[in-house]
């Protein structure tokens, strides 16, 4: 307590729903060591996010900085290649029949507001009668199942190199403890935003100025 009030001015503006030792005692770059304290960091983003009018201004305006009126893409082959007009014109039909069928650019300003907000984004790949389909996966869904210390926060990866992942474990029903689900890599996308590269989890954009919101 006395080393935390030479950053606060009065000792009721100390952060005590947060464990002293969370804050002094850390031995990685991320400031969370379980899926609880993990938990306990996000709920606190959300609550600003939803409740906090700064915290939701500041969150619009980064997505309209960020994402904007959403991407525009330009179909073209491979320099030395060519395409005819029909292929080409059948692949921009196809790609438009994407954006419109994943709502795309609604998702992407909700991506940029869950990477903000939760520190994190999954996005899950399926296919549907041949079709790429895009769905958003929630952070509390993705854990470590009783008994596989090889998925420490859900993420299951190369025993020799922690950035090569292989899996994530998906609860289905956070109702049922035992409807876990492993899902390979590449049907996943897992962005991170706030930590280092080697770093399981992301870590909310508030989370740094909570204490001046």
């Not at 950053?7 to 770059?29: H, I, K, N």
């Not at 009126?69 to 320099?79: D, E, N």
């Not at 196809?94 to 903000?116: S, V």
């Amino acid at each position: 307590i006395e080393l935390l009030s030479r950053w606060f001015d009065r000792e009721e503006d100390l952060p005590a729903w947060v464990p002293v030792d969370l804050v002094l005692g850390q031995t990685s770059a991320q400031p969370y060591r379980s899926e609880t304290e993990l938990a306990a960091i996000r709920q606190e983003a959300r609550w600003l996010a939803s409740c906090h009018p700064f915290a939701i201004s500041a969150i619009e305006n980064r997505i309209s900085y960020v994402v904007g009126s959403g991407h525009s893409y330009k179909l073209r082959p491979k320099p030395g290649q060519t395409i005819g007009p029909d292929l080409l014109e059948a692949i921009e039909r196809e790609l438009l029949e994407f954006q419109e069928q994943n709502e795309w650019f609604a998702r992407q300003a909700e991506c940029q507001r869950r990477l903000d907000r939760d520190g994190e984004v999954f996005l899950r790949f399926f296919s549907v009668e041949g079709r790429l389909v895009v769905r958003f996966v929630e952070p509390e869904q993705v854990g470590q199942p009783m008994g596989r210390a090889e998925a420490p926060y859900g993420i299951e990866t190369d025993p020799h190199d922690v950035e090569t992942v292989r899996a994530y474990w998906i609860r289905q029903d956070p109702q049922q403890p035992t409807s876990w689900e492993r899902v390979p890599a590449e049907q996943v996308q897992h962005r991170k935003a706030n930590c280092d590269r080697t770093a399981p989890r992301g870590v909310p954009l508030l989370w740094s100025v909570r204490q001046n919101l």
